[in-house]
């Protein structure tokens, strides 16, 4: 009888155990269901997916193809692949050639360095979240990223001004003999630098704020907000951060174009194809300016005007991804198509070739080397620049003497890097 009940007992526990197992099996086959599939007998592990939420932190946006992701992240990684290498070949090669180190081109390497970190801030985090579908990192990485795109497109745009202001005190000289000099330079990297912070900033501490945008994959100022308070830092930032260095530009540019013009009918005929050449070159600034700038302006005026406005998702993400297009085109425009950096690129890599020794120096007394065989357009055009006299040379309308140009070439670095 007792070898019985404890058969018996045995036999209970061999059941309950097996139950247990039974039920361990279930719960981890339910949970691998959505793992693993089985074919032919052969079981293949595959990602689970995500599925669509409206909480663009935990998984993607509805109503958004994963395909559409894919593309956006492909963009992403051959806009920020190109971005990064221009630059970085800027700051080295300014970084390696002393001659390039000078005052003018100052900013043109602070524009390097701003469209850098755009790049290697906002393309790097957009690549991955695209990727990924969502933002993955997080609501602060979403206000980290929001704020390093904000400021260093804003210093990279004010530095595309203040640039445009330099050409404009070099060649047309408002001043009279004042010349630009490392200290101006330093001075207008520094408005950049605190104009730009002073202007991106409050957001974080609660005007406004930083949050994810409809696609649900970067981060930008919350232009949808129907906050009075909010509405007015939409305003402001679209002020000073847009129309401002815009104004900046087309004042400059329109007074060197004015400029220019003014050379080219004079006695000189020799300066109208120079004049012709920075005139295209000044029109492709502009245009590229706009081209990259005024659809995210105009995008963000008409969500703070119209914040119910229903818009798609898609659609609503082009105009931030395309304003991140200029840190591509920038180098291109202001750096690549300098004669001087072209030149020192070349002797970077191929070892041939050497800098004009006027490039060097500030003059050259030698005879019968013109200002075109020494220079660029944009300083065959300045040596023409009227000096001495009992009145100082400005950019109005009034008719200049053709007599009083001087015939001294003027090294490219010191006037336009064109």
């Not at 020794?357 to 500030?362: C, F």
Request: glycine content about 6%; hydrophobic content about 45%.
């Amino acid at each position: 009888r007792l070898h019985h009940k404890m058969k018996l007992l045995y036999i209970i526990y061999e059941k309950k155990r097996a139950r247990g197992r039974d039920f361990l099996s279930v719960r981890v086959t339910r949970t691998m269901d959505t793992l693993s599939l089985s074919v032919n007998a052969v079981s293949y592990t595959v990602a689970a997916e995500i599925p669509p939420t409206d909480d663009p932190f935990t998984g993607p946006i509805k109503d958004v193809e994963p395909w559409n992701f894919t593309i956006l992240a492909v963009l992403m990684f051959v806009i920020t692949s190109l971005s990064l290498t221009e630059n970085f070949l800027v700051m080295f090669v300014t970084f390696k050639f002393k001659q390039l180190r000078q005052p003018l081109n100052y900013i043109i390497v602070n524009l390097a360095i701003a469209d850098f970190l755009v790049s290697l801030t906002g393309g790097v985090i957009s690549f991955l979240t695209n990727a990924r579908g969502y933002f993955f990192l997080g609501r602060w990485a979403c206000t980290l990223e929001g704020f390093a795109v904000t400021f260093f497109g804003i210093v990279a745009l004010w530095s595309l001004a203040v640039l445009s202001f330099e050409r404009f005190f070099v060649i047309c000289r408002p001043l009279g003999n004042v010349r630009l000099q490392a200290k101006h330079a330093v001075l207008g990297l520094l408005f950049v630098w605190t104009f730009s912070f002073i202007w991106t900033f409050p957001p974080v501490l609660g005007w406004n704020r930083y949050t994810v945008s409809k696609i649900g994959t970067t981060c930008e100022p919350d232009w949808y907000s129907r906050n009075v308070t909010d509405h007015s830092y939409i305003i402001t930032f679209f002020t000073t951060c847009f129309i401002f260095p815009l104004g900046v530009i087309f004042f400059c540019y329109g007074k060197l174009l004015r400029k220019l013009k003014k050379v080219s009918n004079g006695r000189l005929a020799t300066a109208r194809k120079p004049e012709r050449q920075v005139t295209r070159m000044v029109v492709v600034m502009i245009v590229a300016f706009m081209v990259g700038w005024t659809p995210y302006a105009a995008f963000s005026i008409l969500v703070t005007a119209h914040p119910t406005i229903e818009l798609d998702p898609r659609l609503a993400s082009i105009p931030a991804f395309f304003s991140k297009t200029a840190a591509v085109y920038n180098p291109i425009i202001y750096v690549f198509m300098n004669k001087q950096f072209r030149k020192c690129v070349i002797q970077h890599f191929t070892g041939l070739g050497s800098m004009p020794e006027s490039n060097l120096n500030q003059t050259s007394e030698r005879p019968g080397i013109t200002a075109e065989s020494q220079t660029g357009e944009m300083s065959a055009i300045a040596a023409r620049i009227p000096v001495g006299g009992t009145t100082s040379p400005r950019c109005d309308d009034s008719p200049t003497d053709g007599g009083l140009y001087a015939q001294l070439p003027i090294p490219e670095n010191k006037v336009c890097p064109m």
